[in-house]
């Protein structure tokens, strides 16, 4: 049914004009606040959020503009991102106002709750700093954006008329911010979830691109054309001349090809850098080994070094520089050159700072193999410095025999060299055939024709992905063997995450706004109790949407280290009873929860809080892996310096070979094995990690059809 034909369906004149206005107007909200919910739930970035608030947001609040400020990342600044329906004299001023101000805005964000303004003169007398720098208007709402970890910022809605608020009207807009603020998180959620899946796509390309040829000056222009303009506007790579101690610039790139030229003609009348030259930042970072990061690069630095080379006036003619990275070029415990990157308009980020360095960790690795290649061609003693570099190599000769593989390719395989050489590798690996049959060998004349090829391997170890390229010469064939297992699994885990977080929050997606949508419908009369059902879903499945972004947050701030763990005398006691009253109020029935202690004394090091958490994540599953009831036993024990915390339940239990793996972030047992009972798959793996930064352990006993014990190991007060 059209929102027209809804809104057609009133009351006819025997209920009264009256009522028919009023039900019309209730009826007008409920599809404006439709609107702005479908609006918050399909934006996907937080432009998209904000562009959503400022339209149908604005109409839903039937107000005559509305305003958005996020808070700085030090907490102490409004900064207006976003604004609609005002005139631009009286938003400049106010481009960024403090936290602590006397501001309408300020108050809201500080207190957590909403400023609801009636009137122009109300604002006023409350705020009298904006008298006369305000713009002129009447009602004024200002609400505070609080995300599930802590204020993000605020939003204001401002009105063409003196307006009244009654409690309706205000929680009404309290809940159109919350919504607001949920959205706006899960748009920074998608755009993190994006960077991450641009930056392993990156680095496979990178990858890719640095091992398909074996020619230096190739390897070297190919890296540098990877890089602009995906991180800069500039990229220059320098090598170091170990004979003289000289560093030289070898290659630029820049994607105006004039401007490309023009550096590599200031190129051959620029000074000769020296290793040891302390001005210089690249000898600095060759030297040192350790990369410098200009995120604004000061003019006195641009000044020193005009003053040392006259041609460097001549270049900043020419460009400017606002931020800089060098990052050395470093191959074991050797560095041989450097690359910088250099951006002219924007500031470079954090982000592309540890790209630069995965990616010159890369390219080093790519140009040592080059460079060690064309050693090869000049010295029949090249399988000696290939015995360092990173990849496993194996020269294998005309009959097929091994005359070469290096300990990365005993690594690799788990085949000792001694037991290799002078023997077809098929001979003592078995997985030969299979690791080379998809490799397109390429020609010694056109070793840049070399594409690698990533195959997954069983070797006695463990399972392996390998990539491999091979060349063949006269006198054989040589490959060149990566273990990609760790990028391979990162991938799997990045899709694993997007499956699992898109089907866990669709579930509840799906009941809220089922729920809200009967609700809405004006065709049937809900019963009271029906309708109190039906908010009461969508009360539990938003705190549910909530309980699983605050998971994926906080598992991706344990994987930085951007958590923040304080251990002190904890008595576990109270903290178990607490913890298990609150279990017993979500707990079905037939579960039975219940405290057993030795008498020892139970007081750890350990973080509260986090604890806390640790132990309503192992009592909820203690609880859901328990379909058909039982008991669910908390043991507390203590002596030998430490104190044991065990969450015991007789429900599903869990097989051995899955004992480990069920602390893997994303992991989930088989459903075959679990009746169908879902997760995150993200519980286990934050409570252990941690339990482990509080100075303890977490393991887990457990046989299929016998329950589990998950058992909380922590160091006594």
């Not at 739930?41 to 608030?53: G, K, Q, Y």
């Not at 009447?138 to 307006?163: I, K, N, R, W, Y």
Request: charged fraction near 30%.
């Amino acid at each position: 049914m059209t929102e027209g034909e809804l809104l057609a369906r009133q009351p006819d004149a025997q209920g009264g004009a009256e009522e028919a206005a009023s039900s019309r107007e209730a009826l007008e909200t409920a599809l404006r606040l439709q609107r702005a919910a479908d609006a918050l739930i399909s934006a996907r970035t937080p432009e998209e959020v904000l562009d959503a608030v400022l339209t149908e947001g604005v109409r839903a609040a039937e107000a005559r503009g509305g305003l958005i400020a996020t808070l700085s990342d030090d907490g102490e600044w409004l900064d207006v991102v976003a604004s609609r329906g005002y005139d631009s004299r009286y938003i400049e001023p106010f481009r960024r106002f403090p936290l602590a101000g006397n501001f309408p805005l300020s108050e809201a964000v500080r207190t957590g709750e909403g400023v609801f303004l009636r009137s122009e003169s109300e604002r006023d007398e409350r705020y009298p700093e904006l008298v006369g720098r305000s713009q002129p208007g009447h009602a004024l709402v200002c609400l505070p954006l609080v995300g599930e970890h802590g204020p993000m910022g605020g939003l204001v809605f401002s009105f063409s008329t003196d307006q009244d608020f009654p409690p309706a009207r205000r929680a009404l807009k309290l809940a159109l911010a919350r919504q607001v603020a949920l959205a706006l998180e899960r748009a920074h959620l998608a755009v993190a979830e994006q960077d991450l899946r641009e930056r392993l796509s990156f680095l496979g390309e990178a990858t890719a691109l640095l091992t398909s040829s074996l020619d230096l000056e190739r390897t070297l222009e190919s890296l540098t054309q990877l890089a602009v303009p995906l991180l800069a506007d500039w990229c220059s790579i320098s090598m170091l001349v170990e004979e003289t101690g000289e560093i030289e610039q070898v290659v630029v790139a820049h994607q105006d090809p004039e401007r490309k030229r023009w550096a590599r003609e200031m190129q051959t009348h620029s000074r000769t850098i020296m290793l040891d030259d302390e001005f210089d930042r690249t000898a600095r970072v060759i030297r040192t080994a350790e990369p410098v990061f200009l995120r604004e690069v000061p003019q006195e630095l641009l000044d020193e070094a005009v003053e040392r080379d006259p041609n460097a006036a001549k270049a900043l003619e020419e460009i400017s520089i606002r931020s800089a990275i060098t990052v050395p070029l470093r191959s074991g415990e050797r560095t041989f050159g450097a690359l910088t990157l250099v951006s002219e308009v924007r500031e470079l980020q954090d982000s592309e700072f540890g790209l630069a360095q995965e990616l010159a960790a890369r390219a080093a690795i790519a140009v040592e193999n080059a460079r060690l290649y064309q050693e090869a061609e000049r010295r029949a003693e090249a399988a000696l410095a290939l015995a360092y570099v990173g990849d496993g190599v194996v020269l294998l000769d005309e009959d097929g025999r091994v005359r070469f593989w290096n300990a990365a390719a005993a690594a690799i395989t788990g085949v000792r060299e001694t037991d290799a050489l002078g023997r077809h590798p098929a001979e003592v690996f078995p997985a030969w055939e299979g690791l080379t049959r998809l490799a397109e060998l390429a020609d010694a004349a056109t070793p840049e024709s070399a594409r690698p090829v990533t195959v997954p391997i069983e070797t006695a170890s463990r399972d392996r992905w390998v990539a491999v390229t091979g060349v063949a010469f006269d006198e054989g064939v040589v490959y060149a063997l990566r273990d990609v297992s760790d990028e391979h699994a990162l991938e799997r885990a990045r899709s694993d995450f997007v499956a699992t977080a898109s089907h866990e929050l669709r579930t509840p997606l799906a009941a809220v706004y089922g729920a809200a949508r009967t609700l809405l419908r004006t065709d049937i009369e809900i019963p009271v109790d029906q309708r109190d059902r039906f908010l009461e879903i969508i009360v539990s499945e938003t705190e549910r949407l909530t309980a699983i972004v605050s998971q994926i947050l906080l598992a991706g701030q344990l994987e930085e280290g951007r958590v923040d763990v304080t251990t002190a005398a904890t008595d576990l006691k109270p903290l178990v009873e607490s913890a298990l009253d609150s279990a017993r109020l979500r707990a079905p029935e037939q579960i039975e929860l219940r405290l057993e202690q030795n008498g020892a004394p139970t007081v750890a090091l350990a973080d509260e809080d986090k604890l806390r958490q640790v132990l309503v994540n192992l009592l909820d599953n203690a609880i859901k892996y328990s379909p058909d009831g039982g008991d669910v036993v908390v043991e507390l024990d203590g002596g030998n310096g430490r104190v044991r915390l065990a969450v015991r339940d007789g429900g599903l239990g869990i097989p051995l070979a899955e004992h480990e793996r069920i602390f893997e972030k994303f992991y989930r047992l088989d459903p075959a094995l679990t009746r169908g009972v879902g997760g995150s798959g993200l519980g286990l793996f934050i409570s252990r990690e941690l339990v482990s930064r509080m100075g303890g352990s977490l393991t887990v006993r457990s046989q299929p059809g016998e329950g589990a014990a998950f058992v909380v190991d922590l160091p006594a007060a």
